[in-house]
């Protein structure tokens, strides 16, 4: 399974997973550089999918549906472990609800295409106003391999490595982090997050102190979340 990343609209990214001849496009507002890339690869696109329905992620379903004859993929009504056959292998489609009720991410073997779920170095914000199920999404995303490849829906890599330092100013793994940031090709690795990425480390005890120091409720790992969340 491969997957193309496409920048778009200045932060965006869009995707294009595929396998064989088989391609799903993934957010794809990149339309015109998707559909040259399945062109020069003789790529057939079967799919066209959303991680949610927020207008910067689906603005390039029409003309991709209407240039491929692709089926559409409505992220509302996809169940939980969806598989979705590309070429000899698949994508499984999971729920994620948090940054928005309909949010879902799709898995590609060893890699997750989240959406504006999990960033790459942060998380989105909580529009649903259910921050328990974000949590839930969040946990049940850091349950994947660490080796996994975080694929987001946007590139704001600089601005949460600043925010980052400035939670936790003697974290040492946010050097590296961004010294292997490349915003042509903006990926890292699940266990990258865990280093770095505050929302996903309310369980690191140098975290658990800085919370501690604030004052902040530290009881249990929702209430951790809660305090990154709504201090942060
Ligand atoms: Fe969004």
């Known amino acids: 399974m491969k997957i193309q990343q496409f920048r778009y609209a200045s932060d965006n990214l869009a995707y294009l997973v595929y396998e064989g001849r088989d391609a799903v496009a993934i957010d794809a507002g990149a339309v015109d550089e998707i559909l040259a890339f399945a062109e020069a690869r003789k790529l057939a696109i079967r799919s066209v999918a959303n991680t949610h329905t927020h207008a910067d992620h689906t603005v390039g379903n029409r003309r991709l549906l209407e240039a491929t004859g692709a089926e559409f993929l409505d992220c509302r009504r996809v169940p939980h472990g969806r598989h979705l056959p590309v070429g000899g292998g698949g994508i499984t489609i999971y729920r994620t609800p948090g940054h928005m009720p309909d949010c879902v991410t799709f898995q590609a073997e060893g890699a997750l295409i989240t959406g504006d779920t999990l960033f790459n170095g942060t998380v989105g914000n909580c529009f649903s106003g259910d921050l328990k199920s974000f949590f839930e999404s969040i946990r049940f995303l850091m349950g994947f391999d660490p080796a996994t490849l975080i694929f987001a829906g946007h590139d704001y ?76």
């Open 157 to 232: 890599v600089r601005e949460s490595m600043a925010f980052a330092r400035s939670i936790e100013p003697d974290n040492p793994a946010i050097e590296g982090y961004l010294a292997n940031y490349d915003p042509l090709h903006v990926v890292s690795a699940l266990g990258d997050e865990f280093a770095v990425n505050p929302f996903l480390r309310f369980n690191d005890p140098a975290m658990i102190r800085i919370l501690e120091a604030r004052g902040l409720p530290t009881a249990t790992e929702f209430e951790r979340w809660q305090s990154l969340m709504e201090v942060y």
